[in-house]
């Protein structure tokens, strides 16, 4: 089954240090796409990233950058440089085809917190 | 910010009542997307659209039905509502179906409803 898992229900770090949020996900399908999203706690969803299962290099965008890694079938974000700010719920989501369809099938979330 | 807007912001209303939600985009986009966000479950797709008078089904579109007869606006319809639809309702937008690497989903703020 085409899934997304993020095993870190909770993640702190200190202000101004990097913080890797984990994804690891499921498909047999060659061609995918990668998101991640951030839900701060006023709801909104905001998109930070995206990696295409083809790319040759890793996306970065600004402080976020993704550490994509095919063979493990893993999708890190690394933020760098944390900032009070960053402290949100964060998703990853994949692109997939199923059963002919293409979906997009968003992982549980992490909740990420900055402390100063 | 993507010009998505979703009405209501917030519902409260009984069991059995037939609701309505509203989501309105200013850009255009052709493919629009119903999600609602769970504790413990991230987002699941109810419905999406690929174009006026053109919808489908998602992973839990029971109890909901969807209609688009314009562009710019995607109506939600839960036809009698249920205490297990309390949720909080997204609604998104793409240019590219599913979402590509520079035309990801823009979300809505959502609708918190509430189903007593």
């Known amino acids: 089954a085409q899934k997304i898992t993020q095993t870190q229900p909770g993640m702190f770090v200190q202000e101004k240090e990097a913080v890797t949020l984990d994804c690891t996900y499921d498909?047999?399908?060659?061609?995918?796409?990668l998101f991640w999203y951030k839900q701060p706690s006023s709801g909104e969803m905001i998109f930070l990233i995206y990696q295409g299962s083809y790319d040759q290099q890793n996306a970065t965008e600004g402080r976020y950058s993704l550490n994509f890694q095919k063979a493990r079938k893993s999708a890190n974000l690394v933020i760098s440089a944390s900032q009070l700010g960053d402290s949100a719920m964060y998703f990853c989501a994949m692109r997939v085809t199923q059963g002919g369809s293409e979906k997009l099938v968003f992982g549980k979330g992490t909740k990420l917190t900055v402390n100063p | 910010d993507a010009g998505i807007t979703q009405s209501p912001r917030h519902k409260v209303t009984e069991t059995g009542t037939p609701v309505t939600l509203r989501c309105h985009q200013t850009e255009n986009h052709r493919y629009m997307y119903w999600y609602r966000q769970d504790p413990g479950h991230g987002l699941r797709l109810i419905h999406y659209s690929y174009g006026v008078k053109d919808t489908d089904k998602g992973e839990v579109s029971d109890g909901y039905s969807v209609s688009r007869s314009k562009t710019e606006d995607f109506l939600l319809t839960l036809e009698s509502a249920t205490s297990s639809q309390t949720s909080v309702y997204f609604c998104a937008i793409s240019e590219a179906l599913w979402g590509a690497s520079n035309q990801p989903q823009h979300f809505g703020d959502g609708t918190r409803l509430s189903i007593l």
């Open positions: 498909t047999s399908d060659p061609s995918y796409g």
